[in-house]
């Protein structure tokens, strides 16, 4: 107690600036993590597909970077070849990013500090992906609130800009990965989610809509094509969440 | 009249056409979501029931990129990428919590199965 109390007194009130910075770099470490590292095969993947697809070089990257999505962006090169209107594209993906608004509304009071401003709120949702979000939920608990979003902004923007860089890789080489390599890289990103999700759901009522997710995800998508992933969010997280509400009140 | 990719010969028009075709519906979820989170905190019955939703519909997206995926894996048997799957949770809940060993060895699982089977 005397020593932290002693180092710190001076300068223990002026410090955040400098404690910003420390902590983004402490985010920045997760960048050779297992979920960073899994995602960089996905973009390379990704790169590759876009190229396949016929896009340009520029267009892929500014794709990643804009959306930070890979579905998103799937469904738009989707759209693109098919010869959709902007419109529909814009629908489809839509329909597809509805999981942000939950996965965003549910992040937000995990990040945020009792001062933290809404603007940085925002530029921090756009970099809340899969793999951010369950990092994010992950990580961000065991840390003191005022070093949250640096911590985060420090993983999830430097995770966008070098993913950015690697679909540019993943473009360049992409006739030379065999076919079947990079089936390999598209099933890495699933693979990696269907093991670390489980860790990141904390309460009964998350693993279970985690469980319901899971079998009515494919249901859904074979009878309700357009509206499976919607209604695969609504009914398997209500039912999931009515059930933890009814143990907790046990 | 339908706005296509190529409708315009402008060189930023591709660049317009992202945003507006995959960047704005996909942030203004994430916008939105940061207005209704408003000063929630994180055990608020509302935030569980967000927290549920959310993670049943990251479920459904998983299962949708192994079942009904797009690009280079639709060329892979649908058994064979189920296969894979189940060999890297098992692999990983069973025997070893490596995550990096057992992501690679669901897509060595792959590239295995289907150079053996010729795909």
């Given at each position: 107690m005397s020593k932290s109390s002693s180092n710190a007194a001076p300068a223990s009130e002026p410090e955040p600036c400098l404690s910003w910075f420390v902590w983004y770099r402490r985010g920045m470490?997760?960048?050779?993590s297992t979920p960073a590292i899994v995602l960089y095969f996905s973009y390379m993947g990704f790169g590759g597909f876009a190229r396949e697809s016929g896009m340009d070089f520029y267009q892929t990257l500014f794709m990643t970077l804009s959306t930070w999505a890979i579905p998103s962006n799937v469904i738009l090169i989707g759209g693109i070849l098919s010869g959709s209107g902007l419109l529909a594209i814009f629908v489809a993906v839509a329909l597809a990013s509805v999981r942000m608004m939950p996965m965003v509304v549910s992040f937000v009071p995990e990040v945020r500090?009792?001062?933290?401003p809404a603007w940085q709120l925002l530029v921090l949702s756009h970099f809340t992906a899969i793999t951010s979000w369950v990092f994010g939920m992950h990580h961000l608990p065991k840390l003191p609130r005022y070093g949250r979003v640096p911590f985060f902004a420090g993983f999830a923007v430097t995770l966008a800009i070098v993913n950015t860089a690697i679909t540019g890789v993943g473009f360049g080489i992409a006739g030379v990965v065999p076919p079947v390599v990079a089936a390999a890289l598209f099933l890495m990103t699933p693979l990696y989610f269907i093991l670390t999700l489980p860790s990141a759901a904390r309460l009964l009522s998350d693993k279970l809509a985690l469980v319901f997710g899971f079998i009515l995800g494919p249901i859904f998508a074979v009878?309700?094509?357009?509206m499976g992933l919607v209604l695969t969010g609504v009914v398997g997280g209500l039912a999931a969440y009515a059930i933890g509400y009814a143990r907790r009140r046990a | 009249m339908t706005v296509l990719?190529?409708?315009?010969?402008?060189?930023l028009w591709p660049y317009v056409f992202i945003l507006v075709g995959a960047s704005l519906p996909t942030d203004m979820w994430r916008w939105l979501g940061v207005a209704f989170a408003g000063h929630l905190s994180d055990d608020s019955e509302w935030i569980l029931l967000a927290r549920a939703i959310a993670n049943a519909l990251v479920a459904g997206v998983i299962t949708r990129l192994i079942l009904f995926p797009t690009g280079a894996l639709l060329d892979v048997p649908v058994w064979m990428r189920l296969v894979s799957v189940a060999l890297s949770v098992t692999f990983f809940f069973g025997l070893w919590r490596n995550l990096l060993l057992a992501v690679f060895l669901g897509a060595a699982c792959l590239v295995g199965l289907a150079v053996g089977f010729g795909i």
């Amino acid at each position: 107690m005397s020593k932290s109390s002693s180092n710190a007194a001076p300068a223990s009130e002026p410090e955040p600036c400098l404690s910003w910075f420390v902590w983004y770099r402490r985010g920045m470490r997760y960048l050779f993590s297992t979920p960073a590292i899994v995602l960089y095969f996905s973009y390379m993947g990704f790169g590759g597909f876009a190229r396949e697809s016929g896009m340009d070089f520029y267009q892929t990257l500014f794709m990643t970077l804009s959306t930070w999505a890979i579905p998103s962006n799937v469904i738009l090169i989707g759209g693109i070849l098919s010869g959709s209107g902007l419109l529909a594209i814009f629908v489809a993906v839509a329909l597809a990013s509805v999981r942000m608004m939950p996965m965003v509304v549910s992040f937000v009071p995990e990040v945020r500090d009792d001062d933290t401003p809404a603007w940085q709120l925002l530029v921090l949702s756009h970099f809340t992906a899969i793999t951010s979000w369950v990092f994010g939920m992950h990580h961000l608990p065991k840390l003191p609130r005022y070093g949250r979003v640096p911590f985060f902004a420090g993983f999830a923007v430097t995770l966008a800009i070098v993913n950015t860089a690697i679909t540019g890789v993943g473009f360049g080489i992409a006739g030379v990965v065999p076919p079947v390599v990079a089936a390999a890289l598209f099933l890495m990103t699933p693979l990696y989610f269907i093991l670390t999700l489980p860790s990141a759901a904390r309460l009964l009522s998350d693993k279970l809509a985690l469980v319901f997710g899971f079998i009515l995800g494919p249901i859904f998508a074979v009878y309700v094509p357009e509206m499976g992933l919607v209604l695969t969010g609504v009914v398997g997280g209500l039912a999931a969440y009515a059930i933890g509400y009814a143990r907790r009140r046990a | 009249m339908t706005v296509l990719f190529d409708s315009f010969d402008a060189s930023l028009w591709p660049y317009v056409f992202i945003l507006v075709g995959a960047s704005l519906p996909t942030d203004m979820w994430r916008w939105l979501g940061v207005a209704f989170a408003g000063h929630l905190s994180d055990d608020s019955e509302w935030i569980l029931l967000a927290r549920a939703i959310a993670n049943a519909l990251v479920a459904g997206v998983i299962t949708r990129l192994i079942l009904f995926p797009t690009g280079a894996l639709l060329d892979v048997p649908v058994w064979m990428r189920l296969v894979s799957v189940a060999l890297s949770v098992t692999f990983f809940f069973g025997l070893w919590r490596n995550l990096l060993l057992a992501v690679f060895l669901g897509a060595a699982c792959l590239v295995g199965l289907a150079v053996g089977f010729g795909i």
